[in-house]
């Protein structure tokens, strides 16, 4: 098992531009999350989808972001135009069932976004 | 915005003794996570604790979970330099659309 694979692991980017991470899930998981780190406000929820469908984005700052999930192997989490407030490190993550079945999160090794 | 708060933010051991992190949470939950990240590394899955239930072992890592006083603590015993990490604490409000909302965690450092 490979685990959560995310990618790139680093990115520098001018504040304008556009980035699009990447995720790969753990296969056979159903559920895929993206959270966002940073040293003021910690770990945050901004998206996650059950079985390739969004479930709940009301954690996604503005519409600069967005994310999609086209098929149960792939999600990206795009940012256009970017901010230097995006720098942050993204993670992604996904599980095997609903949370509140006692199924764990399993998370990728994260982005390191930099947005100068 | 946090459901959970650990308590301390930083606690520095020896190796060889204990250490226990705190975390408070503000409403109703059916199970609590605590999970570990390294630095530069992903959060890892240590243990769950249902809200029916008080205690629960898993090797050196011991949880408690007291929902009349809405709080959990984790206390690792007889410490290794290799457990140096921040641990957070993980909640699903009933009602959040099983969302997992994270403290901020406790920075672990155990001193050789």
């Known amino acids: 098992d490979a685990g959560v694979i995310q990618s790139p692991r680093h990115e520098v980017t001018e504040m304008g531009q556009e980035v699009t991470l990447r995720c790969k899930p753990i296969s056979g998981h159903d559920y895929l999350f993206w959270y966002r780190q940073t040293m003021m406000r910690g770990l945050e929820l901004l998206i996650y989808?059950?079985?390739?469908?969004?479930?709940?984005d009301s954690g996604m700052p503005e519409d600069r972001f967005s994310a999609k999930m086209p098929n149960a192997s792939f999600s990206t989490l795009k940012i256009q135009p970017s901010e230097p407030r995006d720098s942050a490190v993204y993670f992604c993550?996904?599980?095997?069932?609903?949370?509140?079945?006692?199924?764990?999160?399993?998370f990728g090794n994260g982005t390191r976004l930099t947005v100068t | 915005s946090q459901q959970g708060e650990e308590d301390p933010q930083a606690l520095s051991i020896q190796e060889g003794e204990n250490a226990t992190m705190n975390c408070s949470y503000k409403t109703s939950i059916n199970n609590l996570q605590w999970y570990r990240q390294n630095s530069g590394r992903g959060l890892v899955h240590l243990i769950l604790?249902?809200?029916?239930?008080r205690e629960k072992h898993s090797g050196r890592l011991r949880v408690t979970l007291d929902t009349s006083k809405k709080s959990s603590s984790l206390l690792i015993t007889a410490s290794r330099a290799a457990d140096t990490a921040s641990y957070f604490c993980?909640?699903?409000?009933?009602?959040?659309?099983?969302?997992?909302?994270f403290g901020k965690g406790t920075l672990l450092t155990v001193n050789p």
């Open positions: 993980a909640t699903i409000a009933r009602g959040s659309n099983y969302k997992l909302t």
């Open positions: 989808f059950n079985n390739n469908v969004p479930i709940d």
């Open positions: 604790i249902r809200s029916n239930e």
């Open positions: 993550a996904s599980s095997l069932e609903v949370l509140d079945r006692d199924s764990p999160l399993h």
